[in-house]
Each structure stands twice: as structure tokens, then as C-alpha cells.
């Protein structure tokens, strides 16, 4: 037989058999979907915040002079973070400082006065002069006033001592008024700071250096980001299968860390938001997985369902996606691939992936879609 007879027989019988079987093969591939054993769970999406966080306000008017960095500067706890001016209240306070001095000096002089007057009252030396007027007040006038009764010396002597103690009282209440203002100035000083109330980071300045504030608006916000937490609204059937320190494992993901990990309640808030009904829920993350405002995403578990048993998976391999939104290829009554859109759930250690809705146990799915089977599930 010639050579180019041959040649010619092998080429059809190709173009004969390889379509056909390579298709047939390809079809072939199919996993029949299965029922899950797995508790199904729910996607809830919420934000990356700090374990701690505060917002430091000014607490009286002035300007800013001094700021102690930028974002993402770490301070120790007690570090001066945000300092407004004080030269006011330094002159009020040495002002007070003069005034309890001039108190002091006055109680003194009060104090002195009131031993004066103990122990040599004025009522037996007045009236008096010198040489022959004193002595004639002594031996004539001083006791004719005590015969006749028209002078008690005993009384004189009891409201100089009362009068004297009266201004050291007034003294006393001078400084103690002195003292007050001083510790109300102390106390503003204090205030004109703001320290770091632990060791973190700087989150966000409102303010900069030379900015005039009053009281009660927000400084910076500061943060400790040693921990992380994810906090997020849950809706209420869910959040009843949740106990605190209860752990779910590879049950989180996030924009900047794709892989899952294990995250831990933290914290589930005893009220439900009046509007949502929703409950707050905080979950304890690893450290260095992600960062303060990342988007993540949290497996939940639904254990309000009245069959938990029953939803189906897949393997993770069959689902394609179409922009953002998950799609399978399934095999249809015709034997022809067809493209379903799903709900994807809980990613499974054994490479397989529970569907939410989508798709039911018995279902055909194609665990591998090649470009053919995408093609001709388009019609193609």
C-alpha cells in the first residue's frame, strides 16, 4: 500500500475517534453532590477594630502647641501626647501662690496679736501716758472707775481676745481659699495635657500644632493594636449558637490575609439593636494576621435550622466565578453542562465546600470545568 494512502486513513480515523473520546472523557469527570455531616454556617461580614481605643478630647479652650507624632507612632503609657498652651494658667496660679502668702503672713501677725493680747491685754494698760499723767491714771482714775462700776475691764479684755481670734479665723480661710484655687489650677494644667492612657499606637489626629479647640472636641484617636478584634452585627438566630471563649476553627478571612484562621468570641453584647435586631459580637483574632479597619468575613454557625445535617458539598474545586458571584457546572437531564449560581459556605480540611443554597444532594457536578464545558454551558 502506498505511503500516502496510509498516511490518509490515519488522519481520518483521527479526526474520527479523538473528539468524540476526549469529550467523553472530560464528561466522564462527575461528583455526585453529597450531604454534609458539618453544623451549616453563614457568612457575616465586619470590620478589623483595636482590642482598646480611645478618643482623647480637649477639656478646655486654648491652642495646640504641641502634638507627639503622626499615625502609627507608638507611645508608651503616661507619654505626653497633645499639650495646650499654659501660660494663663501659670500667672493665675502664681497669683494664687501671692495670695496664699499674703494669708500666711496675716495669720501670723493674727497669731501674734491674740498672745499679745493673753498675756498683756490692752484693757489694763489703756488709758495711759507718761510721767505724772500715768501715774495719776494708776492711783486716781483706774480706781474710781472700778468703785463706781462704770468700766469692766473683764469684758474689755474677752472681746480684744475674740476680735484677735476673728482674724486669725478670717487668715485661715484666706489661705484655705488660696490653697482651693491652686488645686482647681493644678487640676486644669493637668487637663491642658493629654497622656496616653496605655501603651499603643496613634490611629487619627483631628487637630495639628497651632489649631485653637474648645472644650469637648476630639484631639486624636489613640489605640492599642497589640490585639485585634473583629466586631460585627449579628442577626439574633445566629448569635444564640455562640458562647463566649468558644472557638471556630479556620472560620474567618480577610481582604489582606485570604487564608483562614481560627477566631474566638470575645465579647457578645447583652442588647440587640432596636432597629436591625441584630447583637454586637466581638471575635479574638491572631496576632499579625491583619490590621485596625480591615473588611472580614466570619463563618457562623446556624444552628436555628430544624435539619442541620442536611446541606450539601461540594469540591472546592468546581466552583468558578463569575466577577465576585460563585457559580458551578452541573450535568443536566440532557447530559449537557449548565451553569448554576451558588451560595457558597464553610470551606471544608478535606477540600470540599458546603453550598448554602444552589444546588441539592444528587445533583451532577463537574469537579474540574474545563474551557469546553464553559463554552458549551454558554451555548457555544
Same mark, same amino acid.
Given at each position: 500500500?502506498?505511503?500516502?494512502?496510509?498516511?490518509? +486513513? #490515519? &488522519?481520518?480515523?483521527?479526526?474520527?475517534?479523538?473528539?468524540?473520546?476526549?469529550?467523553?472523557?472530560?464528561?466522564?469527570?462527575?461528583?455526585?453532590?453529597?450531604?454534609?455531616?458539618?453544623?451549616?454556617?453563614?457568612?457575616?461580614?465586619?470590620?478589623?477594630?483595636? +482590642?482598646?481605643?480611645?478618643?482623647?478630647?480637649?477639656?478646655?479652650?486654648?491652642?495646640?502647641?504641641?502634638?507627639?507624632?503622626?499615625?502609627?507612632?507608638? +507611645?508608651?503609657?503616661?507619654?505626653?501626647?497633645?499639650?495646650?498652651?499654659?501660660?494663663?494658667?501659670?500667672? $493665675?496660679?502664681?497669683? &494664687? /501662690?501671692?495670695?496664699?502668702? &499674703?494669708?500666711?503672713?496675716?495669720?501670723?501677725?493674727?497669731?501674734?496679736?491674740?498672745?499679745?493680747?493673753?498675756?498683756?491685754?490692752?484693757?489694763?494698760?489703756?488709758?495711759?501716758?507718761?510721767?505724772?499723767? @500715768?501715774?495719776?491714771?494708776?492711783?486716781?482714775?483706774?480706781?474710781?472707775?472700778? +468703785?463706781?462700776?462704770?468700766?469692766?475691764?473683764?469684758?474689755?479684755?474677752?472681746?480684744?481676745? /475674740?476680735?484677735?481670734?476673728?482674724?486669725?479665723?478670717?487668715?485661715?480661710?484666706?489661705?484655705?481659699?488660696?490653697?482651693?484655687?491652686?488645686?482647681?489650677? =493644678?487640676? $486644669?494644667?493637668?487637663?491642658?495635657?493629654?497622656?496616653?492612657?496605655?501603651?499603643?499606637?496613634?490611629?487619627?489626629?483631628?487637630?495639628?500644632?497651632? =489649631?485653637?479647640?474648645?472644650?469637648?472636641?476630639?484631639?486624636?484617636?489613640?489605640?492599642?493594636?497589640?490585639?485585634?478584634?473583629?466586631?460585627?452585627?449579628?442577626?439574633?438566630?445566629? &448569635?444564640?449558637?455562640?458562647?463566649?471563649?468558644?472557638?471556630?476553627?479556620?472560620?474567618?478571612?480577610?481582604? =489582606?490575609?485570604?487564608?483562614?484562621?481560627?477566631?474566638?468570641?470575645?465579647?457578645?453584647?447583652?442588647?440587640? =439593636?432596636?432597629?436591625?435586631?441584630? #447583637? $454586637?459580637? $466581638?471575635?479574638?483574632?491572631?496576632?499579625?494576621?491583619?490590621?485596625?479597619?480591615?473588611?472580614?468575613?466570619?463563618?457562623?454557625?446556624?444552628?436555628?435550622?430544624? @435539619?442541620?445535617?442536611?446541606?450539601?458539598?461540594?469540591?472546592?474545586?468546581?466552583?468558578?466565578?463569575?466577577?465576585?458571584?460563585?457559580?458551578?457546572?452541573?450535568?443536566?437531564?440532557?447530559?449537557?453542562?449548565?451553569?448554576?449560581?451558588?451560595?457558597?459556605?464553610?470551606?471544608?480540611? @478535606?477540600?470540599?465546600?458546603?453550598?448554602?443554597?444552589?444546588?441539592?444532594?444528587?445533583?451532577?457536578?463537574?469537579?474540574?470545568?474545563?474551557?469546553?464545558?464553559?463554552?458549551?454551558?454558554?451555548?457555544?
Amino acid at each position: 500500500m502506498p505511503k500516502t494512502l496510509i498516511a490518509t +486513513f #490515519i &488522519a481520518a480515523a483521527l479526526l474520527t475517534v479523538h473528539p468524540a473520546s476526549s469529550r467523553d472523557r472530560e464528561y466522564d469527570d462527575i461528583f455526585v453532590v453529597k450531604e454534609s455531616s458539618e453544623v451549616p454556617t453563614v457568612v457575616v461580614s465586619g470590620s478589623v477594630v483595636p +482590642f482598646k481605643e480611645v478618643t482623647l478630647a480637649a477639656q478646655l479652650p486654648g491652642r495646640v502647641k504641641f502634638i507627639a507624632g503622626i499615625e502609627g507612632e507608638a +507611645f508608651e503609657i503616661g507619654t505626653t501626647l497633645v499639650a495646650l498652651e499654659e501660660d494663663e494658667l501659670l500667672a $493665675k496660679r502664681s497669683s &494664687a /501662690y501671692a495670695q496664699l502668702a &499674703a494669708a500666711d503672713a496675716e495669720l501670723r501677725n493674727a497669731g501674734v496679736q491674740y498672745s499679745r493680747e493673753l498675756w498683756s491685754p490692752q484693757s489694763k494698760s489703756a488709758p495711759g501716758g507718761m510721767a505724772i499723767p @500715768n501715774l495719776f491714771d494708776q492711783m486716781f482714775t483706774r480706781p474710781a472707775e472700778d +468703785f463706781f462700776g462704770q468700766r469692766d475691764r473683764g469684758a474689755e479684755r474677752s472681746a480684744d481676745l /475674740y476680735a484677735s481670734s476673728t482674724r486669725m479665723e478670717q487668715a485661715r480661710s484666706s489661705m484655705m481659699q488660696a490653697q482651693s484655687e491652686i488645686r482647681a489650677i =493644678d487640676a $486644669k494644667l493637668r487637663d491642658a495635657k493629654s497622656l496616653a492612657p496605655f501603651d499603643g499606637v496613634i490611629m487619627e489626629k483631628f487637630v495639628e500644632e497651632g =489649631d485653637t479647640v474648645q472644650p469637648g472636641q476630639p484631639l486624636l484617636k489613640f489605640a492599642d493594636v497589640t490585639w485585634l478584634q473583629i466586631e460585627m452585627d449579628v442577626p439574633a438566630r445566629l &448569635a444564640q449558637g455562640l458562647q463566649p471563649m468558644s472557638v471556630l476553627q479556620n472560620a474567618a478571612t480577610f481582604d =489582606d490575609h485570604p487564608e483562614p484562621v481560627a477566631v474566638r468570641v470575645a465579647q457578645i453584647f447583652p442588647m440587640a =439593636d432596636v432597629q436591625r435586631h441584630t #447583637i $454586637k459580637v $466581638k471575635f479574638d483574632i491572631p496576632q499579625g494576621v491583619s490590621k485596625p479597619g480591615m473588611y472580614a468575613r466570619v463563618l457562623i454557625p446556624d444552628t436555628s435550622g430544624p @435539619n442541620n445535617s442536611q446541606l450539601p458539598v461540594i469540591p472546592s474545586t468546581a466552583i468558578r466565578y463569575r466577577g465576585s458571584l460563585p457559580v458551578v457546572y452541573i450535568q443536566n437531564e440532557q447530559g449537557a453542562p449548565e451553569l448554576r449560581m451558588i451560595r457558597q459556605g464553610k470551606q471544608l480540611d @478535606n477540600g470540599m465546600t458546603m453550598v448554602l443554597s444552589g444546588i441539592a444532594p444528587g445533583d451532577r457536578v463537574y469537579p474540574n470545568p474545563g474551557p469546553d464545558i464553559m463554552s458549551r454551558s454558554r451555548g457555544e
